[in-house]
């Protein structure tokens, strides 16, 4: 079984019963939501080139263009 343990006012404090549980409920959302925000920067990311590589231009230029 994984030990887990936080710093509370530097002193060392295993996590045990629902304390843990909920600790490790919590770290999986945040590591869902931190892998869909992820997913979306990518998806963004190839939504951005591919439109700049239709347009034929590069992304200094398309700043250019905005700024």
């Known amino acids: 079984m994984e030990k887990i343990f936080v710093a509370i006012d530097n002193?060392?404090?295993?996590?045990?019963?629902?304390?843990?549980?909920?600790?490790?409920?919590?770290?999986?959302i945040d590591l869902a939501a931190a892998a869909a925000k992820q997913a979306e920067t990518?998806?963004?990311?190839?939504?951005?080139?591919?439109?700049?590589?239709?347009?034929?231009?590069?992304a200094e230029q398309a700043k250019l263009l905005l700024s």
């Open 11 to 28: 002193k060392r404090i295993e996590l045990t019963g629902a304390d843990k549980e909920a600790f490790l409920a919590q770290r999986e």
């Open 42 to 58: 990518e998806v963004k990311a190839t939504a951005k080139a591919a439109l700049l590589t239709q347009l034929g231009i590069t």
